[in-house]
């Protein structure tokens, strides 16, 4: 028996996947230099396995969780947005405004894990 | 504080139920010893003044050699729960009875008039007929013969033959399922069946039974019982719909246990005219689930 998905779930996964396609994204990117798309990609995929850990936590499921799924989910977007004009212009702006909302997203994702990370049962 | 009062073990101490006990009984003016396996976090212990810890395992003859030590009463706590205690029933029934036969005898050694109080479950009855269209009468009373559907309510009916055959003054407490009112996750599957009879208790009740059974007059050599009481009476269904609804998730998203369990309603006029524990109705109990949600959830 398992439920619908529901909409933190659905923004923790939404945000899972654009993480992992920006870091696929990493390795064709033309413009920014080797070490700072390594970097990137670095940061990328530990956000994954972070996203991959919290989305199958119980009170993700709960209403409570979603102002922090949702602010994931929107730092996400912000992110694939800064991504698209990082493809398509690879000047040190397009880098900055990158990087700054993978920061934004990197926080939210942090806070998301901590105010979701449960310990115990509601009965024993 | 109250005024000094002897001193207590608790083993197990360093769990959810120990840590308040602990605390209750520190308040109440017992010294108090805890006795838990190292690697247990006993930070939240040590704001108590006077706590005495004791780091070892309740099959370890020097821990308990240690820990019984000028002990006028111990409240047994230390066992191996469910699903971990359906894993290796060996190692079940070596650390949930072993372990009590051993606390036993090193208590006898030590103090024998020290009283035991005993932490048993309402597992040991099994299948009491709440599940499905043939219901007994409810409520469940002790005097019900044991017949345990797992190994962890073999583990408890032993456990308690062995501190019923042993010299100490005892009580022996048979808990039903505690709601811990904290944000923590649902279980992987609900222990009972969705039209089942349940009646679980909110962990602050276990802790007041336990802490009152060390020192009630009445109580000694008694078995009781320690549930909710009537506010806590319903089916599983009702409780799960209730326990989601505060959490704010699906009713459907962990499954009903499927066939019997070792749930019901349990007779405890006697538990609570001698021990007065019953003082968290379940409202009350989601209630502090709430304040906990919107404090950990604040944005």
Known sequence: MTSAITPGEEQVLRALD????????????????????????????????????????????????????????????????????????????????????????????????GRSDMRGMAIT | MSAPRGRVLITGGAGSVGQGLARVLAAEGYRVRVLDLPQCDFSPLEDIAGLDIVRGSITDADALRQAAAGVDAAVHLAALLPPASERD??????????????????????????????????????????HGAADDDPPVRVERPTA????????????????????????????SGILVPE??????????????????????????ALAAAVGAEGAQGKTLHVAGGPTWRM????????????????????????????????????????????RTPFDAALAMIERALAEAFET
Do not use: H
């Open chain 1, 18 to 113: 654009i993480c992992r396609r920006a870091a696929e994204a990493m390795t064709t990117l033309g413009g920014p230099d080797e070490a700072w798309r390594s970097g990137t990609a670095e940061r990328l995929t530990r956000l994954q396995g972070t996203l991959d850990q919290v989305k199958d936590r119980f009170i993700i499921k709960s209403k409570v969780c979603l102002p922090f799924t949702a602010r994931c989910a929107e730092r996400a977007t912000a992110l694939e947005v800064s991504l698209r004009a990082l493809g398509a212009d690879g000047s040190t702006g397009a880098m900055d405004a990158f990087a700054g909302d993978l920061d934004a997203l990197e926080k939210a994702v942090r806070t998301l894990d």
């Open chain 2, 235 to 278: 089916r599983g269904s009702d409780y799960v719909e209730r326990l989601s609804e505060v959490f704010g998730v699906p009713a459907d998203m962990v499954p009903y246990r499927d066939g019997p369990a070792s749930f019901d309603w349990y007779d405890a006029e006697d538990a609570q005219a001698l021990l007065g524990y019953q």
């Open chain 2, 148 to 175: 345990p559907l797992d190994v962890y309510g073999e583990s408890k009916v032993t456990a308690e033959d062995i501190v019923r055959q042993g010299p100490l003054p005892l009580v022996i407490l048979r808990i």
């Open chain 2, 89 to 130: 029933r060996e190692t079940t029934m070596a650390v949930n009875a072993g372990g009590t036969a051993q606390l036993v005898e090193a208590l006898a050694r030590e103090n024998p008039r020290a009283r035991l109080v005993l932490s048993s479950s309402v597992c040991v009855y099994g299948d009491t007929g709440a």
């Open chain 2, 183 to 208: 944000v923590l996750a649902f279980p992987e599957a609900w222990p009972f069946a969705a039209e089942q009879r349940i009646e679980f208790v909110c962990r602050d009740d276990v802790i007041g």
